[in-house]
């Protein structure tokens, strides 16, 4: 199970959304730091759906 989530978020950094293979960074630390938040708002936004999908009751209006 884990070798399709790691698939997922490869997929996702390189075609689905963030674009990373389009960026025209040539500075390998920029790019280092660009990676880093990239991974960062991907889990924080994986964590964040994670808690919705269990707390569904907690943010759906009465």
């Known amino acids: ?3 399709f989530s790691i698939e997922f978020t490869f ?3 390189k075609t689905n959304g963030h674009f990373l293979e389009e960026t025209q960074i ?3 630390y920029a790019f280092g730091n660009l990676y880093a938040c ?3 708002s991907q889990s924080l936004l994986t964590i964040l759906g994670i808690d919705y999908s ?3 009751n907690c943010y759906k209006k009465n």
Request: with cysteine.
């Open 26 to 28: 040539k500075d390998l």
């Open 11 to 13: 997929k996702n950094q």
């Open 38 to 40: 990239l991974c960062f």
């Open 54 to 56: 269990r707390n569904l």
């Open 1 to 3: 199970m884990k070798r």
